[in-house]
């Protein structure tokens, strides 16, 4: 762990918001916290602070992950990703017990991708379609830009992902395991997109400084990014969703993202509502049940021997399996996505 300044400010003085205990205690840490390797479950878990610099208002980790650390994390599937989000495959032997990382693909969500390019439409005032997808991952969002007409490029740091994205898709040179400062000086984009990323990085700050030599006067900069502005948020507070000191290093709020993009000579051009803008109040109290449905079965499996009840009722199959599926599970009291997450559209100044 490291004690960071702040990366808007370079302040160190800060004040204390949020504590996160992640350990295998509860259900949104436990499976995590069982994957990680052994020699470093220690140092990697406990009590985290998210605090807010005094100075800007930004909202980080601190002390977080080293350098070192994170690439523990992001280096493996089994830690990050593939869970299932719902408690019905608890009960279901024709469901296989460890879920990797690979097989978390969801379902294909059309309106998703609808929503993202007509946002880009509508805002991107070029008539060249020449796209960057900074983070890219396996390179979905890359393939679905190319079906619609985009030049699109994607470039993301972990090769297995690049790799598993040329596969998939068959998109060859358009997927490239690089950095931004890779590029030549006269490759330009009109179009940089950058989705669940920014809360990622160890310093946003400096990415954002680093666009300019790949953008021109039109360039527009696509961020999501979930918000402390967001409803959810409020209600919940350390509760959130989003609330992952394990992963998401910065808390940004509409007014902490803007004064970054100041810092780094961007103007913010817009402010856009995600995509669950559609969705209803009740999709919202239909998360709320289904976490607390979540977080009623893991204390009942871990407190009320539920898979010694199973044994005397003849089902010794699934009273060993339980607790592997229980690994599977995600995560505690709110799972639902529901106005967290905003879209910021910003440009360089001329
Ligand atoms: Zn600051």
Known sequence: MKEVICDLCGSSSYKHRHTIKVDD???RYYRYTRNLPEQQRSEMTGKFNIVQCQNCQLNYVNPRYSTEQLEVVYSSDKIIGGNWQSYKYLFDLGQPDEMQGQLKTGAYNARMYDWKFALIEEHNSTKSRKLLDIGCGDGKFVYEAIQRGFDANGIDLSPD????????????NALRNMNIDDFSADEKFDIITMWDLIEHLESPSSLLAKLEKISHKDTIIVILTMSLDSIT???FGKFWNYMNPTQHLYYFSHSTLEKMFNKNGLELVAIEMDDSRDKHFIHYLHSIVLGQLNNFIFWLIRNAGLPSLLKRIGREDLAERLPKRLENLYPGKYIGRYHDNFVYIAKFRS
Request: charged share 30%; net charge positive.
């Open 161 to 172: 992902r690049i790799e598993q994205g040329r596969k998939t898709y068959g998109l060859g």
């Open 233 to 235: 948020y409020k209600h």
């Open 25 to 27: 205690s509860g259900l």
